[in-house]
């Protein structure tokens, strides 16, 4: 068990530009979730997926984010047309089977900045 | 939108002392109710984890929780600098969504 990991671990990006994060969970963890972390407050709960199927979704993700899970397995959290305001530390957690109780463990997370 | 309030602090405890953290949650159907280390620049560490009315430990971590109240906190006995950290309370809803506290930055002086 190798724990969660995200890449890239730092992203810097223009204004406009497209971006991309990769998260992959502990494996045979069936349950993703995608967090927004910004200077002195909590992660904030973006998406969630059970297996390859989306169940969840901040009405903070704007048209702008999208994510996939393809297979289950890993997941990608897509930002199109980069603004000032999405630089932020992007954080991926996965969760055991529910029957296992619902903990979470975070990965050491993308930060963004854009310019 | 679901609340889930920290007091921000910093609290300060001198070592070996017990450090004190609460959490106060907005939704009476939260089942589940965990605590989170966040060492500054990196992400969030699992402490621990409670789902039902009293008291739970774990090492030097107790884990407190009052549903009639909406109330859970933390005690960390024998405080070590190196628990210098911010200690972030999250509450499940409907199991599949997280709401995390702003954090509560604890300082242990040696």
């Known amino acids: 068990d190798t724990g969660v990991s995200q890449d890239p671990r730092h992203k810097i990006t223009k204004r406009g530009q497209n971006v991309t994060f990769r998260c992959d969970p502990i494996?045979?963890?069936?349950?993703l979730y995608w967090y927004r972390q910004t200077l002195g407050q909590g992660p904030e709960f973006l998406t969630y997926f059970q297996n390859e199927a989306q169940l969840e979704k901040s009405r903070l993700l704007s048209d702008r984010f999208s994510a996939e899970r393809p297979k289950g397995s890993f997941s990608t959290l897509e930002i199109q047309r980069t603004e000032q305001g999405d630089s932020a530390m992007y954080l991926c957690?996965?969760?055991?089977?529910?029957?296992?109780?619902?903990?979470?463990?975070f990965g050491p997370g993308t930060r963004l900045t854009v310019t | 939108q679901k609340e889930v309030e920290q007091n921000s602090g910093p609290l300060s405890v001198p070592e070996g002392a017990i450090a004190s953290l609460n959490c106060t949650y907005s939704d009476r159907v939260s089942q589940s109710f965990f605590w989170y280390r966040q060492y500054s620049g990196k992400s969030p560490e699992l402490i621990m984890s409670?789902?039902?009315?009293g008291d739970k430990e774990d090492g030097r971590f107790t884990a407190q929780l009052n549903k009639a109240s909406q109330y859970v906190s933390l005690l960390i006995r024998d405080s070590q600098p190196s628990d210098s950290a911010t200690y972030l309370c999250a509450v499940l809803y409907n199991f599949n969504k997280f709401y995390f506290g702003s954090g509560t930055k604890l300082n242990v002086k040696p």
């Open positions: 957690a996965s969760s055991p089977r529910s029957e296992s109780g619902y903990e979470q463990y």
């Open positions: 409670i789902y039902s009315n």
């Open positions: 494996s045979e963890h069936n349950r």
